[in-house]
């Protein structure tokens, strides 16, 4: 009987949509201590976020706890968790000193003695700060934290945490693995589904503060006033839960919408569109976060289809938004066809220059790699190098070059990489991370962007993993110094289970599963390798077409001698965009990391590298090895059926048969083409790949998820 009943716990059914805020109950050793200190809440319930932050307690304590809590509105003279803001609940008034420099969204948990009584505390200067401190106080429940030395001081360290969701009107998500848009925009503004509150939920949960609701591939009717109006009803739902509505603007709206014959920054009718444009937005949504914006990017207009530069073009934008508080984000992924350069610099070339023109309330967001998103890039030149302006970092959650929703890649590893790399710009120490929370330029403006993985699909990301990427963006945008890993234990933990046998091998697996699919892409600084258009799989061939800088061959640079792209001194010198101390270490063959060795220089087939094995030896054998990694997390997650809902755990083990296939698959393809390329025999012990490169070049996938339209 005791066997049946723990039998019925573990095969709980689940299919994802709860996250990691499932809030199943705690463990049994720790469930009595909580219900003891957390059985009374005294909470406030007269505003939005007030009653958001009572709900999700409500949730949240009745789950872990087995028992529904008593909330009341002022202190019931028994142990309780008291929350609040020095306003909303004054016996908090004595935290008033501490609260001065915590910050608007900062907040204070505690375990502490309050009128006689041992309580736990969680006070905020705003009901914002509250809500993230219950949040957090879930996480530490979920996790199985004591409570008894609970002692927490959290403030933000970037300003601005915004998904960037790169959603269409009609439904359809560019780049997208996830199912459609979670935005119906035909039923707004009338029906709001309940998914919209939980997605602000989930968000809240993470302290992301901000969605751009629409793809920087802008069409110009999401500022249409009737879009406007569905984009206000969403605002509205977000709003308790901190979550500020944004909008990508189509520089050409003007003309579009507007009936403008230019929309030149410069000319003051196009001036007068955009300022009317923006009141109107701030009338239907006062708390408007601004704008999104990518111009003269990849046939997108912009300000110099007119002559005008992206300063004078931000400009126009920001002047609009100014009254209203708005800030303008700004994208440097630009690259122009026209420009022989290589074009790993040209953002570099294009905005270091305009340091220092743009408007306070202007902030450039830069990719967290010169090119686009790769298993692997160096940090971006332009950290650190525009010290006038405020850069905000753009992540990509969805997966675009990592396997799409299929594999299991978890992303932390790779935005801790980009976050701590030291630009060197002031001297050791000047990381990613500083320039991006504005600390070493003492910039006021600060941001992180997170292109979303977000659809409709029951698992909102498109596999049990994927929302994993979600929940480490967020939980690195409040705070880029936490670990990876510490954040993958948490989420395991609150996603799958407690068991200390399913949590340290998921992390373990997790934690190699971004290196692996560097190795079996796009391995030792390789990139941008994968087939043309919908970027599935392996197209290591691609070449001709409308512009170079769209095939593999261009990055590559194979032949009978050697491979990688030369931007060295010698080369293209895009090292030489970088800090002096980097751009020494880049430049040097012998110095430079080996990971990044063929992005940065061209060598011989023979190069000798620190294995003592020859390039080629090692290139074939990190292919392998990345593929025998995903062999590895199949065997680890057959080992936890039983330990791991049945429903969740198939479709994991579907997800990493296709992931081997497909990895295996890059392996091969591209085993079969460097060798068709340099005619060297296979390195001893490494299987033949079991067909042609013909074979691997001919394949076509018409209907591949996600392509660019
Ligand atoms: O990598 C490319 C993607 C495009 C995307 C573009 C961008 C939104 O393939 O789909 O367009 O980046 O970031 O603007």
Redesign the pocket.
């Known amino acids: 009987m005791l066997a049946l009943v723990a039998c019925v716990s573990v095969a709980r059914a689940e299919d994802g949509y709860g996250l990691w805020m499932r809030y199943v109950q705690a463990d049994a050793s720790k469930v009595e201590a909580y219900r003891a200190a957390l059985g009374d809440v005294v909470a406030p319930d007269r505003t939005p976020t007030q009653r958001a932050a009572r709900d999700e307690l409500q949730r949240g304590l009745a789950g872990l706890l087995g028992v529904q809590p008593r909330f009341h509105t002022a202190p019931a003279g028994t142990a309780a968790l008291v929350l609040g803001t020095p306003d909303s609940s004054p016996s908090l008034v004595i935290f008033q000193p501490e609260l001065e420099d915590i910050g608007e969204e900062g907040y204070l948990l505690r375990q502490t003695q309050l009128g006689g009584q041992t309580v736990v505390v969680i006070a905020a200067r705003r009901d914002i700060g509250v809500l993230y401190g219950v949040f957090h106080l879930l996480r530490l429940l979920q996790t199985g934290a004591a409570l008894s030395d609970l002692d927490v001081r959290e403030t933000p360290r970037m300003k601005l945490r915004v998904l960037n969701h ?1 959603d269409n009107l009609d439904g359809y998500v ?2 997208g693995y996830a199912g459609g848009s979670l935005w119906d925009w035909h039923t707004l503004p009338e029906w709001l589904d309940p998914r919209y509150t939980d997605y602000a939920r989930a968000n809240a949960s993470l302290g992301i503060n901000g969605a751009v609701l629409n ?3 802008a069409n110009a009717v999401s500022l249409s006033s009737a879009y406007l109006r569905k984009a206000a009803a969403l605002a509205d739902v977000f709003r308790p839960y901190g979550v500020r509505v944004y909008l990508s603007a189509r520089f050409s709206a003007p003309m579009e919408l507007g009936g403008l014959a230019t929309a030149d920054p410069l000319d003051p009718g196009v001036q007068r569109w955009w300022r009317g444009k923006a009141d109107e937005i701030h009338a239907l949504i006062p708390d408007f976060g601004g704008f999104l914006v ?1 111009a003269n ?2 046939g997108q207009p912009g300000p110099q289809d007119y002559g005008r530069s992206h300063a004078d073009g931000a400009n126009l934008l920001a002047d609009a938004l100014a009254p209203h508080g708005g800030v303008v984000m700004w ?1 440097a ?1 630009v690259y122009a066809h026209d420009v022989p350069e290589d074009r790993a610099k040209q953002a570099y070339n294009e905005f270091v220059g305009l340091d220092g023109a743009f408007r306070d309330n202007v902030m450039v967001q830069v ?1 967290n790699g010169p090119i ?2 790769q298993p692997r890039e160096p940090f971006h030149p332009l950290f650190g190098a525009m010290p006038r302006t405020p850069l905000m970092m753009e992540f990509q959650i969805t997966k ?1 070059y990592l396997g799409f929703a299929t594999h299991l890649v978890y992303l932390g590893p790779l935005y801790e990489e980009v976050l701590r790399a030291d630009t060197h710009v002031r001297g050791p120490g000047s990381t990613v991370a500083r320039v991006v929370d504005g600390s070493l330029d003492a910039h006021a403006l600060s941001g992180v962007a997170g ?1 979303a993985n977000i659809g409709d699909d029951r698992t909102w990301s498109g596999s049990h993993f994927d929302p994993a990427n979600w929940y480490a963006f967020g939980r690195l945008a409040w705070n880029p110094d936490q670990s990876a890993r510490d954040i993958a234990t948490d989420w395991v933990t609150m996603t799958f289970s407690r068991a200390p046998d399913v949590v340290a091998p998921v992390v373990a697996m997790m934690m190699g599963s971004r290196e692996a699919a560097v190795d079996y892409m796009t391995p030792l600084g390789l990139h941008h390798l994968m087939a043309r258009g919908h ?1 599935y799989g392996p197209g290591p061939w691609v070449a001709g077409g409308p512009r170079a800088d769209w095939t593999s061959v261009y990055y590559h640079r194979a032949d009978r001698h050697g491979i990688g792209f030369d931007r060295t001194t010698r080369g293209s010198d895009g090292v030489s965009q970088y800090a002096p101390a980097v751009a020494r270490t880049f430049d040097d063959v012998g110095q430079v990391p080996e990971n990044l060795l063929l992005w940065f220089h061209h060598v011989p087939w023979q190069h000798r590298m620190r294995s003592g094995q020859t390039l080629w030896t090692e290139l074939v054998h990190r292919y392998g090895r990345g593929a025998g990694y995903v062999e590895a997390m199949q065997s680890t997650w057959g080992g936890l059926r039983g330990k791991v809902d049945e429903p969740r755990h198939r479709h994991v083990a579907a997800f990493l048969r296709i992931q081997r296939d497909e990895a295996q698959w890059w392996r091969d393809a591209s085993v079969a083409y460097f060798q068709s390329i340099n005619g060297l025999p296979l390195p001893a012990g490494e299987t033949p790949p079991p067909h042609p490169r013909a074979y691997y070049q001919a394949l076509q996938f018409p209907y591949a998820p996600g392509d ?1 339209r």
Do not use: T
Request: charged share 45%; aromatic share 16%.
């Open positions: 790169w560019e780049r793809n920087v591939n990518k990017s990849e994208r992924f990719k686009d998103f675009e292109v970027h660019g």
